[in-house]
Structures are given as structure tokens and as C-alpha cells.
């Protein structure tokens, strides 16, 4: 069945740092890909997404490209702050169907 | 505009006791649906429903019930609480036409002893 494979953490990283986050799926067909951010206490939240090969989603300074090729998504952002302090998790959707999820990454950002 | 509420937030059962999970979304979403997230295992889905009245299971629906009366309402029990159900729980909704699109409550933290 599908799947959804990312680093587990906790990535630790000082403020102003380079972050990738690597996720890696398996799928049949061409699901849409995704990223969630859950902050403490909270639910989860869509970072963002892309629907197809070659994609790149982006919001609040995070980007992830869809490469069909390496069946990845990593999350990447040029710089960090602290309140970027969460999990973040890799999620997949099959057109139509339920979404598959990662094991969350835990990030925290030290000023 | 309240989004997803979920109730309670935090509740300790013993084992083979019940209790029901609330959730309610106030957006006329078609679409809800229940999950659990444990430790190194991501969220996984237990029940969904495309509408009133329309359920059906997902990934891990052993030991859970749902009905969807309203639009609104999705509630999820447990009738024999076990431990193996400590977990915490996020229930979200989605309009049928973007799925992909889902809004989730904040979550239940249950605790099975």
C-alpha cells in the first residue's frame, strides 16, 4: 500500500539556520503531496501542498518541490526562527482517497 | 467561526470502560473524519464519513463506533476501553469537492489504564 517515510528527529537547530526536512513516499498513480505543521497543543495545520510532478508548494517561507523522479517532497527554508518550533508532517493523498501520513519531525529552534 | 471543537480535552479511563469522543465543525463541511496519533507512527485513520448518515472505516477502526447524524456532529465511541487505545485523537473535515484541503481540531489526549 501507499506510504510515507521522513526523518524522525528531533531535529534541533540554532535560529537563522538552513532546514530540510527529507520525505520520501511510495504510491501507485500520482497522489498529491503535503506538508502539515502541528505547533504545541495544537491540531494540525496545512503548511502546503502540490498536486503534481514538479510542483513546488510554498507558504511562510517553507518550499517542498514534488519530484516524481525520487518519489521526495523534502521541506526545506532558508531560515528558521523559533517560533517555527513544531512537527511537521509529510502526507500524501491519492486522488480521491484518504490521506496516508508520515511519523511527524520534530523541530526546535534555539535562539 | 469555531472551525473544529473537540471535546473533552484530556480524559483517563480504566480499561473496559466507555466513553464517547465529540467533535463538531461549524463550516458545512461534508466530509470528517477520525485519527490517532502515536509516537513514530504518524496519524492513522479509524472511521470517515462523506455525509449524514454515511460511514465507513479506515486504517484502524477495531474498537471504535461512529455515526453521523448532522452534518455537524461526528462523534467517535469507544465501548471497551483498553490500553492499547492511548492515543491522541484529531478529528477533521473537509468540503467533498477539496478534500485535500482538511481542517483539524486541536485533539484528545486519552489515557487507557
Known amino acids: 500500500g501507499d506510504s510515507v517515510t521522513q526523518m524522525e528527529g528531533p531535529v534541533t537547530l540554532s535560529e537563522e539556520a538552513f532546514l530540510t526536512i527529507n520525505c520520501t513516499y511510495t504510491?501507485?498513480?500520482?497522489?498529491?503531496l503535503f506538508w502539515y505543521v502541528q505547533y504545541p497543543g495544537e491540531g494540525l495545520q496545512l503548511l502546503l501542498k502540490?498536486?503534481?510532478?514538479?510542483d513546488k508548494g510554498s507558504n511562510k517561507g517553507f518550499e517542498a518541490t514534488y519530484r516524481k523522479e525520487t518519489t521526495s517532497f523534502h521541506l526545506e527554508k532558508g531560515s528558521v526562527q523559533v517560533s517555527d518550533s513544531a512537527v511537521y508532517f509529510c502526507a500524501l493523498s491519492p486522488r480521491g482517497q484518504n490521506f496516508v501520513f508520515g511519523p511527524g519531525t520534530r523541530l526546535s529552534v534555539l535562539p | 467561526n469555531a472551525g473544529v471543537t473537540q471535546t473533552p480535552k484530556f480524559q483517563v479511563l480504566k480499561t473496559g470502560q466507555s466513553m464517547t469522543l465529540q467533535c463538531a465543525q461549524d463550516?458545512?463541511?461534508?466530509?470528517m473524519s477520525w485519527y490517532r496519533q502515536d509516537p513514530g507512527m504518524g496519524l492513522r485513520l479509524i472511521h470517515y464519513?462523506?455525509?449524514?448518515?454515511?460511514?465507513d472505516q479506515g486504517e484502524v477502526p477495531n474498537g471504535y463506533n461512529v455515526s453521523r447524524s448532522t452534518t455537524e456532529d461526528f462523534p467517535l465511541r469507544l465501548l471497551s476501553a483498553a490500553p492499547s487505545q492511548t492515543s491522541v485523537y484529531f478529528c477533521?473535515?473537509?468540503?467533498?469537492?477539496?478534500?485535500?484541503?482538511?481542517?483539524f481540531g486541536p485533539g484528545t489526549r486519552l489515557l487507557v489504564l
Open positions: 477533521a473535515s473537509s468540503t467533498w469537492t477539496d478534500q485535500e484541503t482538511q481542517y
Open positions: 502540490a498536486t503534481k510532478a514538479d
Open positions: 463550516m458545512n463541511h461534508e466530509y
Open positions: 504510491a501507485t498513480g500520482y497522489p498529491s
Open positions: 464519513s462523506v455525509g449524514a448518515g454515511i460511514t
